[in-house]
């Protein structure tokens, strides 16, 4: 069950066009304004695409935490479709999720082994767990006696989000402005050029 990525680049994008953002599940206010303005960012650009198997109860259980984490009701979380595979149907459900719920330690992991990583798989190791997520879950599955298992869950506060974009907003601003002092400096210089050719003419 391999999960993958879509970044907000495209093909033939002008400067006057924005490149096509995948809507995220979430009800946050912000979140598409941050989509748009994570752009080029190294780690927050674009959608982690989540697939979810009706038939899988990990994959199930990890759908309701982050239905229960996001507040989507059965209107927004209903869209199930059906895929046959060596002759079995199998129904599933697909979210798309904006980066920038996740931590950057956990998109760091995943993007090791961004083909093979399988969001739907809880993690066993704990220091992992505490590493990568903002807030681990344990996996309530008293079926199985594996140990711990936490869910991937997307849980990065509003507040966190909103704190990350205000200094990526401060970082683009200060490379604009550095961009403008180097624009600034290679005119003067171009100008001081000029003057000296004058100057030898004379």
Known sequence: ????????????TTPTTLPKIPKCIC????????????????QYDGVIKLKFYSNNSDSMMYKQAIDEWFGIDASQNDDWKTTTDNNNATTFCRYYIAKH????????EYMKDRRGWDWNQP???????????????????????TGKRYLQIPNVPEECVAKE??????????????????????????????????????
């Not at 009800?27 to 190294?42: A, L, V």
């Not at 402005?177 to 624009?183: I, L, P, R």
Request: charged share 30%.
């Open 27 to 42: 009800n946050w206010k912000h979140c598409r304004k941050w989509q748009k303005e994570f752009i080029h960012h190294p």
């Open 101 to 108: 719920h996740f931590t950057y330690e956990h998109l760091h």
């Open 123 to 145: 993690i066993h190791d704990e220091v992992l767990a505490y590493h990568i997520l903002y807030q681990p879950i344990v996996m309530n599955d008293s079926s199985k006696s």
């Open 165 to 202: 974009f205000a200094k990526w907003q401060d970082s683009l601003q200060l490379r604009e402005q550095e961009q403008q002092e180097e624009e600034e400096q290679l005119q003067q210089a171009q100008q001081d050029q000029h003057a000296d050719g004058d100057r030898s003419i004379s």
């Open 1 to 12: 069950m391999m999960m993958d990525e879509d970044r907000s680049t495209t093909t033939n």
